[in-house]
């Protein structure tokens, strides 16, 4: 089974940065690809940022020039580097992690989400 933990949410002033984390462990063979998903109140979850291993780091527009995702390969830690936060940021971001096993099946795993609130 494989764990992901998310950390590093908060309240934060408009214009404010935060820095989330996220830490996948357990039985991983490889990392197929790592990213931030967001859900607001009321809205549906959608993509932040994704990095998918050796290949491509992809942002959605509304993000694009203040986010910046990164990854620590050797402890498979995923981190979202946040800038200019604004009300719209508000949401609970949750970290995707899609292993590909020995089998070469793809396993997706989620984590428990950590907070961001923007607010003066």
């Known amino acids: 089974q494989v764990q992901v933990v998310e950390s590093g949410g908060g309240v934060v002033q408009p214009g404010g940065s935060l820095r989330l984390s996220c830490a996948a462990s357990?039985?991983?063979?490889?990392?197929?690809?790592m990213g931030w998903y967001r859900q607001a109140p009321g809205k549906r979850r959608e993509l932040v940022a994704t990095?998918?291993?050796?290949?491509?780091?992809d942002y959605r527009d509304s993000v694009k020039g203040r986010f910046t995702i990164s990854r620590d390969n050797t402890k498979n830690i995923l981190y979202l580097q946040m800038n200019s936060l604004g009300p719209e940021d508000t949401a609970v971001y949750y970290c995707?992690?899609?292993?590909?096993?020995?089998?070469?099946?793809?396993?997706?795993?989620w984590g428990q989400g950590t907070r961001v609130t923007v607010s003066s």
């Open positions: 990095d998918i291993t050796g290949d491509r780091i």
């Open positions: 995707n992690t899609v292993t590909l096993d020995r089998e070469n099946k793809y396993n997706s795993y």
């Open positions: 357990g039985n991983i063979f490889s990392i197929y690809a």
